[in-house]
T-cell receptor, first 112, second 115 residues
Framework: KNQVEQSPQSLIILEGKNCTLQ??????????LRWYKQDTGRGPVSLTI?????NTKSNGRYTATLDADTKQSSLHITASQLSDSASYIC???????????FGKGTTLSVSS | DTGVSQDPRHKITKRGQNVTFRCDPI?????LYWYRQTLGQGPEFLTY????????KSRLLSDRFSAERPKGSFSTLEIQRTEQGDSAMYLC?????????????FGPGTRLTVL
């Protein structure tokens, strides 16, 4: 069964600190992996997209890594800001974009 | 704003009533998706249109649910005889076939509460 598991379920960090969120997947065949940020009460917004051949991709303070052999991905947030407080969802596609398997998300709270 | 829009943003209804939600995709996007998201969960795929054709439906989409995209532009999602278990955020997304990674852009969602 195609699944996407994320950890931790929730995380609280101080403003300015770094953090890393984890994503493990069993989706096969694999097309691409995306990280979305979802603010409370809003739709998800794409942060990064990586294909099988990519190991890392950055978007500002967000850096995603992918190990397609172990089927693991991580999202590293550097120098966290209060506005980073949101749910971060790992999404894996097993086709060219139409079938997306979503993780449950990691809820990040950044406090001052 | 040229993003995906959804209407209404919130809907409260009594069990047994019918509700209809609307989604307006980004104008040049020919693919449109509906998802359902409950608290603490990631979005779950419901159905997908390419232009006006409904190409895929999830088993989550019971007979009480129907989606249309009559002119290949906006879409509606109707839930008949609502149940308390239908309470959720209903998200719409759109994408442009042929674009890199076919990235889906999400609307703000419609939050449904069934009393």
């Amino acid at each position: 069964k195609n699944q996407v598991e994320q950890s931790p379920q929730s995380l609280i960090i101080l403003e300015g600190k770094n953090c890393t969120l984890q994503c493990n997947y069993t989706v096969s065949p694999f097309s691409n992996l995306r990280w979305y940020k979802q603010d409370t009460g809003r739709g998800p917004v794409s942060l990064t997209i990586m294909t099988f051949s990519e190991n890392t991709k950055s978007n500002g303070r967000y850096t995603a890594t992918l190990d397609a052999d172990t089927k693991q991905s991580s999202l590293h947030i550097t120098a966290s800001q209060l506005s980073d407080s949101a749910s971060y969802i790992c999404v894996v596609s097993d086709q060219a974009g139409t079938a997306l398997i979503f993780g449950k998300g990691t809820t990040l709270s950044v406090s001052s | 704003d040229t993003g995906v829009s959804q209407d209404p943003r919130h809907k409260i209804t009594k069990r047994g009533q019918n509700v209809t939600f609307r989604c307006d995709p980004i104008s040049e996007h020919n693919r449109l998706y509906w998802y359902r998201q409950t608290l603490g969960q990631g979005p779950e795929f419901l159905t997908y249109f390419q232009n006006e054709a409904q190409l895929e439906k999830s088993r989550l989409l019971s007979d009480r649910f129907s989606a249309e995209r009559p002119k290949g532009s906006f879409s509606t999602l109707e839930i008949q005889r609502t149940e308390q278990g239908d309470s959720a955020m209903y998200l719409c997304a759109s994408s442009r076939m042929g674009s890199e990674f076919d990235t889906q852009y999400f609307g703000p969602g419609t939050r449904l509460t069934v009393l």
